[in-house]
């Protein structure tokens, strides 16, 4: 039994009614924890990718990965989690800031290239967007300042320009590296 | 694709209501006989019915509907069919939609549904049964449009027997059924963007299984469901003729190998006999055919045949490695693989595996119900034996759920496919006496033979009135002894023998049969057997026999749920006298 890892998949969905529910039934339903979710159109047509992210060893990876294929509505589904990828999350967050702190936060906000987009006389509210420990990171640097709200988007994410993009309908998900 | 009903005008590039195209598509799918119950938000497809070639059973619940449409399929192979209205109506059909979705079975259910423009208002009778139903169908859909109708309905045919088979839901308001629009009917091959049932096995993992069964010393071989479905009985039994492997069956599996057969050792699992569990877990390679390797066929997997590889031969890619972890998956169509394997191995004759195997089974054998005497009592078993010879198993038999379908596994052989229908997934007690209904449209020619408890008998007893009315001939063998019997079987194993809510006072069965106008035998000793299953199969009409069996017998052997797969609780040596063991306490509570 492998380990528990945190796996990242692309999953390619008709954009129709009621698909964002029968997924997430699905992972429900088979006790697979969702992390995070974000879904969104893509440049085609009719064709919605959604980003899940989920606790599994490679066994429950291969069922999902299976699971979401015998969806009528789910067309092509990537495990990205040890492919060469970028994942991204957006978040905004609303600091207390006086002025004599405005230097020290917009410098802060540097180092992770963040920005600020908001400032009122005793706030300051950043975006910042990166993988979610770069977005972590800057929580906490800033959290002694006082947090006043903060919102995340789910993971977004894509292979790299390295991988092949292959189309290609996996024959047998369970493949024989796993089943050794 | 299906050849047109002869019966059926021309209407393609016609205005028609989409009430009307609900027929025209289903009789195009090659519908004759559909189960259901009439309502509201459905009434005006029922207005439009009668215009066109197909026989509407009318139940008396529509839990009753989505059985029969069930056994119908399981019987014929064929979708099955059954239809109902919004609300209550479609909520009832979904204990048997849940049925068929755990046993893989085709059917398609349409629903009405309140008109469009009410959707979300909580209507009278509005239930979101899509969104109720996601969990529970491969597929389901929402119409809205009369244009959606015959599409939809041609898909949901599709996904319905493609693939590993399972019900879909189309539920069609009541606008949409009102509305006309031109009807169009594609015989064209549906293509699904998403969904692509036709997995084909890899050549590297049939060349590692050839040599996985070459090498083996004690090799067994698992006939689930899946075998029949795939109508790979014929290649099976070509492939064990060649290889002499022994066959164990799952329950849903009994009849795609036949019992009979020299090979066939018979059922495995909770209550599989116990030379059968002995040999799987003394084998060396599993090869696993269209079955699942469900809780209750493995028992404990931590120590669930420890020194077996295994091959794993199955459609849907989701099963592999989902219980038991596989050393070879084959994912493809069970004939087709087996095809592919039988040129490449050996002619073997197994002398010692098969010599051990009869060295194990004859200790454990004689123990069998079926070699004591009855001591003046009737026993289930006895009664289930004695249906199977003078019925010569050849019947089609339907049973329900708990100890009589146990049984019924046990001492029915079944030879042919498609004979035995039950509930084993899901495990749905009234799934009988409906289910055996649809069975006997589609098989119109079989002796059918639902064999249920008083328990499960009662669920759905009404569609008795379906019987009478439908003018139609089953034989229905109640095993009555009183008790919820299975439950009342772990509480005496398991509960320290306190029987909750288990006695169970029925009315007379005979008289309910007799109310019908139908016939009510009843049997009290094993002496009767005989002549009340003669006497029920020249009889016209239903009947219905009550056999009073002793109320305190066990289903033997028995492996405690969760219990390692060896660990068989034995029949006693004297009849009705279980010796409490307390090993056998170590059962999870499922």
Not at chain 2, 41 to 69: C, F, K, N, W
Not at chain 2, 243 to 269: D, E, K, W, Y
Not at chain 2, 330 to 348: N, Q, S, T, W
């Amino acid at each position: 039994m492998s380990q528990n890892v945190q796996r990242t998949f692309a999953v390619f969905v008709e954009d129709k009614p009621g698909v964002l529910n029968r997924v997430a039934s699905l992972f429900r339903r088979r006790s697979f924890n969702i992390d995070s979710l974000n879904v969104g159109a893509t440049h085609e047509p009719g064709v919605s990718r959604m980003t899940i992210v989920c606790e599994a060893d490679e066994d429950k990876a291969k069922r999902i990965e299976a699971n979401l294929y015998k969806m009528v509505n789910v067309l092509w589904v990537d495990d990205l989690t040890y492919k060469q990828s970028i994942s991204r999350v957006l978040a905004l967050i609303k600091v207390k800031c006086t002025r004599d702190q405005r230097d020290e936060v917009l410098k802060i906000c540097d180092v992770f290239r963040a920005r600020a987009i908001d400032m009122s006389p005793e706030r300051v509210t950043i975006e910042i967007t990166g993988p979610q420990d770069k977005v972590d990171g800057l929580v906490s640097v800033l959290r002694p300042f006082g947090i006043l709200e903060m919102v995340q988007t789910g993971t977004v994410a894509m292979t790299r320009g390295v991988e092949e993009h292959d189309l290609a309908h996996p024959t047998v998900p369970a493949s024989r590296s796993t089943a050794a | 694709m299906t050849p047109a009903n002869p019966k059926l005008k021309n209407r393609i590039g016609e205005s028609l209501s989409g009430a009307n195209i609900i027929w025209e598509s289903l009789v195009r799918e090659g519908v004759e006989v559909c189960f259901g119950y009439p309502g509201g938000a459905i009434m005006p497809a029922y207005d439009a019915m009668i215009q066109y070639p197909i026989h509407h059973v009318l139940t008396r619940h529509e839990q009753g509907a989505s059985h029969m449409a069930d056994g119908y399929a399981r019987a014929s192979g064929q979708v099955g069919v059954c239809i109902a209205t919004s609300g209550p109506g479609a909520t009832n059909l979904v204990t048997g939609i849940a049925t068929a979705m755990l046993d893989s079975i085709p059917i398609v259910c349409i629903t009405g549904q309140v008109p469009s423009h009410l959707i979300g208002s909580d209507a009278f009778q509005e239930t979101d049964i899509t969104g109720c139903t996601i969990p529970v169908t491969k597929h389901n859909y929402l119409v809205t449009k009369p244009e959606q109708v015959a599409p939809t309905i041609r898909e949901a045919f599709y996904i319905a027997r493609s693939g590993r088979p399972g019900p879909v839901v189309v539920d069609i308001t009541k606008d949409a059924q009102q509305q006309n629009c031109v009807f169009e009917w594609s015989d064209d091959e549906i293509v699904l963007p998403g969904y692509r049932p036709d997995y084909a096995p890899l050549a590297e993992q049939l060349e590692e299984a050839v040599e996985l069964i070459q090498n083996a010393k004690r090799p067994i071989l698992f006939a689930g469901h899946g075998v029949m479905n795939a109508g790979a009985t014929g290649a099976l039994l070509e492939f064990i003729d060649k290889t002499n492997i022994p066959v164990a069956c799952t329950l849903l599996g009994l009849g795609g190998f036949p019992a009979s057969h020299p090979r066939n050792l018979g059922m495995m699992g909770m209550h599989g006999e116990t030379w059968v569990n002995k040999a799987i877990q003394d084998s060396d390679l599993i090869i696993a055919v269209g079955m699942r390797f469900d809780d209750r066929v493995t028992g404990n997997l931590k120590t669930y045949a420890p020194n077996a590889k295994k091959i794993h031969i199955e459609l849907d890619p989701a099963e592999i490695n989902k219980n038991v972890r596989v050393d070879v998956p084959i994912v493809g169509d069970a004939r087709a693989v087996l095809l592919e394997l039988l040129p490449h191995v050996d002619k073997c004759d197994r002398k010692d595996w098969l010599t051990y195997i009869e060295e194990i089974k004859g200790g454990s054998s004689v123990r069998d119900i079926k070699n004591l005497p009855d001591l003046g009592k009737l026993y289930a078993a006895h009664v289930i034996h004695d249906l199977y010879r003078h019925t010569e198993g050849k019947a089609l038999v339907v049973t329900d759920v708990g100890q009589h379908q146990m049984w019924e596994a046990q001492y029915y052989k079944h030879d042919y496919p498609m004979k035995l229908l039950t509930s084993g997934g899901l495990g749905t007690m009234g799934f009988a006496l409906p289910a055996g209904i649809g069975a006997k449209f589609a098989k119109p020619e079989d002796s059918v033979w639902i064999i249920c408890g008083d328990g499960g008998f009662q669920m759905t007893q009404a569609e008795l009135s379906t019987c009478a009315q439908e003018g139609i001939k089953v034989n229905v063998a109640i095993i009555n002894n009183g008790f919820l019997g299975m439950v009342r079987q772990w509480q005496e194993f398991f509960f320290g023998g306190r029987y909750v809510a288990t006695p169970l006072l029925s009315p007379d069965f005979v008289k309910i049969a007799e109310a019908h106008g139908l016939t009510g035998i009843r049997v009290e000793k094993r002496s009767e057997v005989e002549a009340a299953v003669r006497k029920a199969e020249e009889t016209d009409g239903t009947v219905v026999i009550d056999f009073r069996v002793e109320q305190e017998d066990s289903v033997y052997p028995m492996v405690p749920a969760g219990a390692n797969l060896q660990d068989m609780i034995q029949r006693p040596e004297e009849p009705g006298e279980q010796e409490h063991n307390p090993i056998f306490e170590t059962g999870e509570d499922n």
